[in-house]
């Protein structure tokens, strides 16, 4: 017996609200298994992109705050951890964009 349940649909994270993707594409994943769609996730443009990045020196103030009171780290070093994660990130999404 097969279940198909109804793929899950995704949005950006933006300034603190969730949003479709401007340009109003999106695309599906499937199951490899039997080809029913899981999710559909929506395909960011570069403004979608540059309305996120204007938004990173207020996240490291509000991150940053949150990470030193939760493990009781200095300030600035919470900072630069915070920076580090976004490194990461934007390393990964360097990455996958090259590989395709």
């Known amino acids: 017996m097969t279940v ?10 933006i300034d ?3 949003r479709p993707a401007s340009s109003g ?5 499937l ?3 039997d080809q029913s769609p899981v999710a559909t996730l929506p395909l960011a443009t570069e ?3 540059d309305a996120a990045v204007g ?8 991150l940053a705050p949150l990470l030193s009171r939760e493990v009781g780290k200095p300030l600035g070093e919470a ?3 915070v920076l580090s994660m976004m490194n990461t990130f934007e390393a990964y999404a360097v ?6």
Request: glycine residues 8%; aromatic residues 12%; proline residues 2%.
């Open 25 to 29: 594409s999106a695309t599906q994943r």
């Open 79 to 81: 900072r630069i951890e």
């Open 31 to 33: 199951n490899p298994a």
């Open 55 to 62: 938004r990173i020196g207020a996240e490291i103030e509000t």
């Open 4 to 13: 198909q349940a109804e793929a899950k649909k995704y949005a950006l994270f």
């Open 47 to 49: 403004s979608d992109l």
């Open 95 to 100: 990455w996958s964009w090259e590989t395709g």
């Open 16 to 18: 603190g609200e969730w």
